[in-house]
T-cell receptor
Framework: AQKITQTQPGMFVQEKEAVTLDCTYDTSDPSYGLFWYKQPSSGEMIFLIYQGSYDQQNATEGRYSLNFQKARKSANLVISASQLGDSAMYFCAMREGPRRNNNDMRFGAGTRLTVKP | SQTIHQWPATLVQPVGSPLSLECTVEGTSNPNLYWYRQAAGRGLQLLFYSVGIGQISSEVPQNLSASRPQDRQFILSSKKLLLSDSGFYLC?????????????FGPGTRLTVL
């Protein structure tokens, strides 16, 4: 079964505007972590932001914030004041279980964001 | 600071030829190491992960194999490549002691099998 779902294959946003990239997840584990990565055309995967299942507040990192709605099992990424350099693929990912678990991270299919000048 | 290297950056190989991709990590000890494959325009598929020297877990049965001969070295191999092995291969590491489980990725190897 799909653990991470990103329903938007592609998104467009005007430069300097905010954009929300959707991510829903499925887990029965009470302890988990949610991550967002950016993949520019060069191919590298850049870690952006993390949200723990027990965190009381939404995570923020500069222009990135994570809209965490635990009951709905959603972890949407909000990018404020979009820049041309934000154009890239964005992946949502989840680690099930506590952080000490050595196992893998599950990734969504990704959303391609294009920022228009 | 930690860095992760992968080579080669690009590779074009004929069907049936062998493969060896190498990944090394600097600046950390006893990391967890991962190999992913990304088909064109798709998400990441975990292939192998390792929690220590000689310890390999396979996620997907295939004609690929992985080895970890040293603490910070992770190798992806194949004896005979298939057309379906084409893709972008990413190596990643995470700390067993610090952080929240975030993985840090190498620059990737783009493999084309002809």
């Amino acid at each position: 079964a799909q653990k991470i779902t990103q329903t938007q294959p592609g998104m467009f946003v005007q430069e300097k505007e905010a954009v929300t990239l959707d991510c829903t997840y499925d887990t029965s584990d009470p302890s988990y972590g949610l991550f967002w990565y950016k993949q520019p055309s060069s191919g590298e995967m850049i870690f952006l932001i993390y949200q723990g299942s027990y965190d009381q507040q939404n995570a923020t990192e500069g222009r990135y914030s994570l809209n965490f709605q635990k009951a709905r099992k959603s972890a949407n990424l909000v990018i404020s004041a979009s820049q041309l350099g934000d154009s890239a693929m964005y992946f949502c990912a989840m680690r099930e279980g506590p952080r000490r678990n050595n196992n893998d991270m599950r990734f969504g299919a990704g959303t391609r964001l294009t920022v228009k000048p | 600071s930690q860095t992760i290297h992968q080579w080669p950056a690009t590779l074009v190989q004929p069907v049936g030829s062998p493969l060896s991709l190498e990944c090394t990590v600097e600046g950390t000890s006893n990391p967890n190491l991962y190999w992913y494959r990304q088909a064109a325009g798709r998400g990441l598929q975990l292939l192998f992960y390792s929690v220590g020297i000689g310890q390999i877990s396979s996620e997907v049965p295939q004609n690929l194999s992985a080895s970890r001969p040293q603490d910070r070295q992770f190798i992806l191999s194949s004896k005979k490549l298939l057309l379906s092995d084409s893709g972008f291969y990413l190596c990643a590491w995470r700390s067993q002691l610090a952080g929240e489980g975030e993985q840090f990725f190498g620059p990737g190897t783009r493999l084309t099998v002809l």
